[in-house]
C-alpha cells in the first residue's frame, strides 16, 4: 500500500474533530491528497450503524452487541474506505479507529481487551494505523464541557466513572501497544495543539 494510515484517540471532547478539520486544510495547502474521515461512520452503512449506537433512546443495548456493531461499522470503513484511498496513495486521516474500542469496548464495558481486539482482527485486514495522535486530556472537564453544550449522545451521557475507566484504558493500551502512538498535550491552544500534531504527521510523511 502507497498511502500512509493516521488516527486521532482521545477522550470524548478531546478536541479531536475541531483539529482533524484544520489539518485537512493544512493539507490542502500542501498539495497533499488525503481523505478525512470518522468512526463508528465514515461510510453510508457505517453512518447507519453510528445512529443506532449513539441513539440515547437505545439504552437496553448490550455491551456486546454494541462492541459487535462498532466492529461492524469498522469493518466497512476499512473495506469500503480505508484501503481504497490507501492503494491511492492517498493520506488516510480518521477521527478515531480501533483503540477506541479496546478502551471503550474493552475496558470501559469491561469485556476485556483481548476479546474486543479478537472480533475487530477479523475485519481489520490487517490494517493498522502508521501514526496514532493519542490527544491527553482529563477527560471529566472536557466530557462536562460537550455535554453542557450539546446534551451528548448514549455514550457521553454514562458518566464519569465510565469515562474514567475509558481513560486509564487509553493509559494501560499505550502502554501495550506502544507502536506509531504520539502523545499530544490537548491541554494547550487549538494552535498548540495542531502544531503538535501537524509535527508529527510531516515526520512520518518525510519517511
Known sequence: MKGKFITLEGPDGSGKSTIIKLIGDYMKEKGIDF???????????????????????NISMGPETEALLYAAA?????????IPALNEGKVVFSDRFILSS??????????GIERVKSINDFGLRGIYPDLILFFHIDPEL?????????????LEQEGNEFHKRVYDGYMELIKMYPENVKIIDATKSIDEVLNQSIEEIEKLLTI
Request: charged share 30%; glycine share 12%; net charge positive.
Open 102 to 111: 479496546l478502551a471503550y469496548q474493552g475496558v470501559g464495558r469491561q469485556l
Open 74 to 82: 469498522r469493518s466497512q470503513h476499512v473495506h469500503e474506505k480505508i
Open 35 to 57: 481523505i478525512v474521515t470518522r468512526e463508528p461512520g465514515g461510510t453510508k452503512i457505517g453512518e447507519k450503524i453510528r445512529s443506532i449506537i449513539l441513539d440515547n433512546e
Open 142 to 154: 472536557t466530557l462536562q464541557r460537550k455535554t453542557l453544550k450539546m446534551g451528548g449522545d448514549r
